[in-house]
Each structure stands twice: as structure tokens, then as C-alpha cells.
């Protein structure tokens, strides 16, 4: 229990860790890859050259400071990052590594301002905060070991089928290695898939979402190649899987996570608004709402792409369109080719925009749940909030470390 004193330290110098958020959190990781190399297998080291999760901490720690002595107000984020936490392996001996360099960081950059008194509160209310994601962390543990199929860490798979489907998406289905038992997901779950690839140092390890309805005997994700542009260099995990891992390979996988899910008791119409490879859980959605008793009483599938060549399972989703009066699907690309342009096999050219959903969906009282580049979902959700959509009626999921898009 905090006392008074140490929660009033703690609000009180939360507009100087916002000053210096990204700062400490930059030295924070510095202090802590140098000491605890072993730990560069858990992290996404794109993330850290991109400074993304540092962003993404920055924030975290701050929300939680802000909201100390009533830690429940938080507890659907820290629930959504358990979820990230499990699936990734992140264990409770883990925490005191990142909180004492945390603390390090903090007393480094604020220098003369890091009294005792300061960092003795924050050590205090770290530990506070550790024991929460901790506590959610070991429930979420068990329950993916206790569930049919289910099991803790990561598993084998063997890749038994590989399938191209588009010019940069290419799926990967993948049953047990060991032909146990599958758990069962929530369409919208992603896995962690750790890889070690050669020449690489350290593993690595991605989130896929499962681009399949459950209960397939297989899980299936869909990966799309990041190519280098702009002298970036090329996705070292998504041009592995696309060149070097085959049919017959292994891949470790932990079991399903993640909160981007559909509510099933809900019957208000469905609005699945996707971007690129986010597509991928919308799919998921789709095919499980096709397979199963559906209660509501009209799904949109609302798709965009650059143009047909990087336009994955566009032939799947006009086959389920046909033969299902309740989906209507929509397609707009950003740029259309010459042939995309004759042929008029999409719905819009450029990005999706207000007037466009408008004309589409029949009001306000659907379930939006959307999907794919943070500057699509940006737009999209501005673009939502605008019409008067809401914010517990939109859903979404971003690649990449998580932004709160409703309090921008
Ligand atoms: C991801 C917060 C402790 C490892 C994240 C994210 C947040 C966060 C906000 C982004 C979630 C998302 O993308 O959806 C925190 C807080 C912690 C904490 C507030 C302490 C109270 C830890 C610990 C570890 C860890 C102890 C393990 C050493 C990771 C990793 C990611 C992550 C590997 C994925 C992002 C990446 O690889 O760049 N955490 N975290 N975290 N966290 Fe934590």
C-alpha cells in the first residue's frame, strides 16, 4: 500500500517524466541491453531502431503513474498489454530487471532533480505496477496452459502448406509438431512466432494475427514482405519466412492472444474495415461469421490496397459475397493500375474517407472494428468520431507497439 505522501511524489513529477519521457526510456533501454544482452531475444529490435516501444513505454508508465492509487481505471490497457506480455514469454523475473534500469535512467537524465525522495517513490509505485501486470500476466498464463490444446511458451509447428496471395502476402498454415491437440482462438487473436534465423544474433520474435476461422485443424497466418524503401533495409523476419521457411519446416509458436475481438452476443450490424495486411484477423472474422449461426444482420467488408497485385484473397472474399446475402464487400485502392482501371474491379480509387463510409454503411449503430497502418486508422477513426460513432462501438488493432487513437 502507497502512502499518501509517496502517491502525491508520484503525481507530482509526472509532468517532468513527460518532459524527458522519451529521453529516460531511451537511456533506460541503453542501460538495459548493455547489461542484459539475453534480453535483445524478447524485444523487436525494429521497434528500437525506430524508437516506437519507447514511445509505447513512455506512455504506459505514465498512465499507470497518473493513475496510482486507482490502478482499476487502467486495467483494460494493462490487460491488452498482458496479452502482448504472455504471448511474447515476459515473466515476473523480468520485472525487477526492467524496473531497476528504469530507475537508473530516471536518476541519469533528471540528474539533480532525481531526489531521494523522488526515486524512492518511484521504486515504491514501480513496484506497484509490476505486481499488477504480474498478477494479470500469471492468469493469462494458466488459463492458455488449462485451455483443450493449449500449453505455455512456445511450441513446434510444422508448416504444411505455404501459400502465395498476393504480389507481398504470403500465408503460412501450420499444424502441431508434436500432433496434439489445438487450442481453440477468438477470430482477431494474433500467435508469436520466434525465429532463429542464421547469421542473426539473437531470435526473433513477431506477432501474426490468425487469418483463419478457428476450428480448422490448423492455425494460418498471413505475413506480408516488408521491403526495404528509402535506404531502410528489408524486414529481416518477413523476408525469412517468405524465402527461406518452406513446407516441412518448424516454427515455435506461442498460443493465441490478443483482445481485438468481435463481441458475439452483439446484433447490431458489423463493419470490418481493413488496410494492407490488416486484412488478416478481418478475415479470420469473416470466415468464422460464414461458418456459424450468425446473429447479425449485415457484415461490411471494407478492404483497401494499393491495387489488385498486393489485394490478397480478393477472390475468397467476392466468393463468400456471393454466396451470402448478409455480406456486402467493398474494395477501394490508393493506386490502380492501367488494368485495375479497365476492368473496374474495386469500388473506389484513393483512400477511405467520410463521405465514401457514409454512402456505404446505414448509420451509426454498428460495431467498427478496423485494421492495419496507423495513419489509415488514424484516418479512418477520426473520420468515424466525425459522423458520431461511439468510441466503445470502434475497435482496432494497429501494427506495430499499440497508440491510443481516442485521445489523440
Ligand atoms: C510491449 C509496457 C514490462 C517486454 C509493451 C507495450 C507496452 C509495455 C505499453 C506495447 C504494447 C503493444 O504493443 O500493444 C510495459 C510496462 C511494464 C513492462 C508498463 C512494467 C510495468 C516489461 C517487461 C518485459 C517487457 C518486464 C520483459 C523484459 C516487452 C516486449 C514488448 C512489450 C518485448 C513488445 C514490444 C517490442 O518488442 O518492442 N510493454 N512493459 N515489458 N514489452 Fe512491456
Redesign the pocket.
Do not use: M, S
Given at each position: 500500500m502507497l502512502s499518501q505522501q509517496t502517491i502525491e511524489t508520484i503525481k507530482a513529477t509526472v509532468p517532468v517524466l513527460q518532459e524527458h519521457g522519451e529521453e529516460i526510456t531511451g537511456r533506460f533501454y541503453k542501460l538495459m541491453f548493455a547489461n542484459h544482452p539475453e534480453?535483445l531475444n524478447?524485444?523487436?529490435h525494429a521497434?528500437?531502431h525506430k524508437g516506437r516501444?519507447q514511445a509505447?513505454?513512455a506512455?504506459?508508465?505514465l498512465a499507470?503513474a497518473q493513475n496510482i492509487d486507482k490502478l482499476e481505471a487502467i486495467l483494460p490497457a494493462v490487460i491488452?498489454?498482458a496479452h502482448?506480455?504472455r504471448s511474447?514469454g515476459?515473466l515476473p523475473e523480468?520485472?525487477p530487471?526492467?524496473g531497476k534500469h528504469l530507475l537508473l535512467a530516471i536518476q541519469d537524465v533528471l540528474g539533480e532533480l532525481a531526489s531521494k525522495e523522488i526515486i524512492q517513490a518511484w521504486t515504491e509505485a514501480?513496484e506497484t505496477?509490476?505486481q499488477a501486470?504480474i498478477q494479470v500476466e500469471k492468469g493469462m498464463y494458466e488459463e492458455s496452459s488449462r485451455q483443450p490444446g493449449g500449453w505455455e511458451g512456445f511450441r513446434e509447428f510444422k508448416v504444411i502448406r505455404k501459400i502465395k496471395e498476393s504480389e507481398v502476402i504470403t500465408s503460412f498454415y501450420l499444424q502441431p509438431a508434436d500432433n496434439g491437440e489445438l487450442a481453440s482462438f477468438e477470430p482477431g487473436q494474433y500467435v508469436s512466432v520466434k525465429l532463429e534465423i542464421p547469421g542473426q544474433q539473437y531470435t526473433h520474435i513477431r506477432q501474426y494475427s490468425l487469418s483463419d476461422k478457428p476450428g480448422t485443424g490448423y492455425y494460418r497466418i498471413s505475413v506480408k514482405r516488408e521491403d526495404g524503401i528509402d535506404g531502410k533495409p528489408d524486414g529481416v523476419v518477413s523476408h525469412y519466412l517468405h524465402h527461406s521457411v518452406q513446407e516441412g519446416d518448424i516454427l515455435a509458436l506461442s498460443a493465441p492472444a490478443g483482445h481485438f475481438t468481435m463481441d458475439r452476443q452483439s446484433e447490431r450490424p458489423i463493419v470490418l474495415i481493413s488496410g494492407g495486411v490488416g486484412l488478416t484477423p478481418m478475415i479470420s472474422m469473416l470466415n468464422s461469421l460464414a461458418a456459424s449461426p450468425n446473429n447479425r444482420p449485415t457484415t461490411f467488408f471494407i478492404h483497401a490496397a494499393r491495387n489488385s497485385s498486393t489485394h490478397a484473397m480478393k477472390e475468397h472474399v467476392a466468393r463468400l459475397t456471393a454466396e451470402n446475402d448478409w455480406l456486402r464487400s467493398y474494395v477501394c485502392y490508393s493506386r490502380p493500375t492501367a488494368e485495375d482501371r479497365s476492368n473496374g474491379l474495386y469500388d473506389k480509387d484513393g483512400n477511405i474517407d467520410l463521405p465514401w463510409l457514409q454512402s456505404i454503411v446505414p448509420g451509426t449503430d454498428c460495431d467498427f472494428y478496423l485494421c492495419g497502418p496507423v495513419p489509415m486508422l488514424r484516418t479512418v477513426y477520426r473520420a468515424l468520431a466525425e459522423w458520431g460513432v461511439a468510441a466503445d462501438r470502434i475497435h482496432y488493432e494497429c501494427f506495430?507497439?499499440?497508440i491510443a487513437l481516442a485521445s489523440e
Open positions: 534480453l524478447i524485444f523487436n521497434n528500437q516501444q509505447a513505454l506512455q504506459a508508465v499507470a491488452q498489454i502482448k506480455h511474447l515476459v523480468h520485472y530487471i526492467v514501480y505496477i509490476a501486470f506495430g507497439p499499440d
